[in-house]
Nanobody, 129 residues
Framework: QVKLVESGGGSVQAGGSLRLSCEVS????????WAWFRQAPGKEREGVAS??????????SYSDSVKGRFEISQDRAKDTVYLDMTGLKDEDTGTYFC????????????????????WGKGTQVTVST
C-alpha cells in the first residue's frame, strides 16, 4: 500500500519561504509522477507543481500562479519530493497535499486532481501580511 507523508508546513510572513517535503513508501517503480496540490478554505483543490521522472529523464510543470516562485524536486534515493516555495503571498495560504502515481503523465495531465489515486493527508501553509 502506497503511503505519502507531507511535512514542512507552517506560518510565514508574505515574501518568506518554506520547503515542503513528501516521503512516499510502499511502492517500487522507476517511473513515477509526483505532484503538489493545494486547497484554500471554500475553494477547489488545485495543482501547483508536478514532476515526472524515470531513471534517465524528468519533467516539471507549474501552474501560472506559482511559476517562477515555486520549485519541485526529488531525491530518488529517499523517495522524497520537495516543494521549495519563495516569494510567498497571502493567496498561497492553504492545505498542501502531495500526490503520487506510477507511470509517466503528459504535462497537461499532471496538475489534474482526478489523475491521482494516492494522496497524503496534507500540511498547512499560512502566509500572513
Amino acid at each position: 500500500q502506497v503511503k505519502l507523508v507531507e511535512s514542512g508546513g507552517g506560518s510565514v510572513q508574505a515574501g518568506g519561504s518554506l520547503r515542503l517535503s513528501c516521503e512516499v513508501s510502499g511502492f517500487k517503480t522507476l517511473t513515477r509522477t509526483w505532484a503538489w496540490f493545494r486547497q484554500a478554505p471554500g475553494k477547489e483543490r488545485e495543482g501547483v507543481a508536478s514532476l515526472v521522472s524515470n531513471s534517465q529523464n524528468s519533467q516539471t510543470s507549474y501552474s501560472d500562479s506559482v511559476k517562477g516562485r515555486f520549485e519541485i524536486s526529488q531525491d530518488r534515493a529517499k523517495d522524497t519530493v520537495y516543494l521549495d516555495m519563495t516569494g510567498l503571498k497571502d493567496e498561497d495560504t492553504g492545505t498542501y497535499f502531495c500526490a503520487w502515481r506510477n507511470g509517466w503523465l503528459v504535462p497537461k495531465e499532471t496538475l489534474k486532481v482526478g489523475r491521482y489515486d494516492d494522496w497524503g493527508k496534507g500540511t498547512q501553509v499560512t502566509v500572513s501580511t
